[in-house]
């Protein structure tokens, strides 16, 4: 168990929906990532946050977007989603900037 | 444009062999090599990682070579067991916290 938490655990939903997936990071931790896993894209990072500020961005599409609260907990928001959306999306957290990152168990989007 | 490049694709080894995945990267830039193991149904798990001004790292079984000039890093596993059956994933880190993962290795150990 990395520490790293992660609702929900599923999801589906239909296209053109929107949805929230959040993230918790380790106690302690000020950065938070996110990543999405497919089968032909691999892992790719889409955003990073730090202590609340946007801190490096990915191939993130316009349709998604993420932001980092106060507490430091995150979520990333998916909107009018298609079917080439479904994936596992992935969190990651570390200490500081450029720390060793840990992974959470990461949510299984189906978009149908 | 996939800056890192992983193979094999799968690996199947015997039961206390050696299991050996190599990583090739191209950005100059990267200043970070991790190596992440994930079982099916699980986030990647930090195993080992290594920085550019270190040519080997050892952690119990497992081992990472780094070659800066051919810009090229490889994970051995020794004695490898059934317990070790994963994916294992290389990664290089640029821009602030951006990892770039490698296509990922389908690592079987038989008995």
């Known amino acids: 168990d990395s520490g790293v938490t992660q609702t929900p655990k599923h999801l589906i939903t239909a296209t053109g929906q929107r949805v929230t997936l959040r993230c918790s990071p380790r106690?302690?931790?000020?950065?938070v990532y996110w990543y999405q896993q497919s089968l032909d894209q691999g892992l790719q990072f889409l955003i990073q946050y730090y202590n609340g500020e946007e801190r490096a961005k990915g191939n993130i599409l316009e349709r998604f977007s993420a932001q980092q609260f106060p507490d430091l907990h995150s979520e990333l928001n998916l909107s009018s989603l298609e079917l080439g959306d479904s994936a596992l999306y992935f969190c990651?957290?570390?200490?500081?900037?450029?720390?060793?990152?840990?992974f959470g168990p990461g949510t299984r989007l189906t978009v149908l | 444009q996939q800056q890192v490049k992983q193979s094999p694709q799968s690996l199947i080894v015997q039961k206390g062999g050696i299991s050996i995945i190599n990583c090739a990267y191209e950005?100059?830039?990267?200043?970070?090599f991790p190596w992440y193991q994930q079982f099916p149904g699980k986030g990647p798990a930090l195993l080992i990682a290594i920085r550019p001004d270190v040519s080997e790292k050892k952690e119990g079984r497992f081992t990472i070579s780094f070659n800066k000039s051919a810009k090229q890093f490889s994970l051995h596993i020794m004695d490898s067991q059934p317990g070790d059956s994963a994916t294992y994933f290389c990664a290089a880190r640029r821009q602030g916290g951006k990892l770039i993962f490698g296509q990922g290795t389908e690592l079987s150990v038989k008995p």
């Open positions: 106690s302690g931790d000020l950065s």
């Open positions: 990651a957290s570390s200490t500081r900037d450029r720390g060793e990152q840990f």
């Open positions: 950005n100059t830039a990267f200043d970070y």
